[in-house]
């Protein structure tokens, strides 16, 4: 079975920094894209981040210049350098993983991390 695990959320003040980290583990034949996801009270979840395999990367306009996707192919981890964070930034942000598990073999872009809290407050 594969779980993404994340990590790294909390409690910051507007212009702070945090870096969140997501392991995704278990019996895995391949990861393809990577990404950051988030969801604020009563929106729909949005798109952040994304990285492929090879390191091509896209992000929300709203973060492009303060966030950086990163991923560790040697550990299947993905993460997110948040700087200048404002407290529209907060939200539940979620893991999400493009993978072949080896049990099936089937691809599937749908594995998502429990999500991680956010809140940018002073």
């Known amino acids: 079975q594969v779980q993404l695990v994340e990590s790294g959320g909390g409690l910051v003040q507007p212009g702070g920094s945090l870096r969140l980290s997501c392991a995704a583990s278990?019996?895995?034949?391949?990861?393809?894209?990577m990404g950051w996801y988030r969801q604020a009270p009563g929106k729909q979840r949005e798109l952040v981040a994304t990285?492929?395999?090879?390191?091509?990367?896209t992000y929300a306009d709203s973060v492009k210049g303060r966030f950086t996707i990163s991923r560790d192919n040697a550990k299947n981890t993905v993460y997110l350098q948040m700087n200048s964070l404002k407290p529209e930034d907060t939200a539940v942000y979620y893991c999400?993983?493009?993978?072949?598990?080896?049990?099936?073999?089937?691809?599937?872009?749908?594995?998502w991390g429990q999500g991680t809290q956010v809140t940018v407050s002073s």
């Open positions: 999400n993983a493009d993978l072949r598990p080896i049990a099936t073999m089937i691809r599937s872009p749908d594995c």
């Open positions: 990285i492929t395999a090879g390191g091509g990367t």
């Open positions: 278990g019996s895995i034949f391949k990861i393809y894209d």
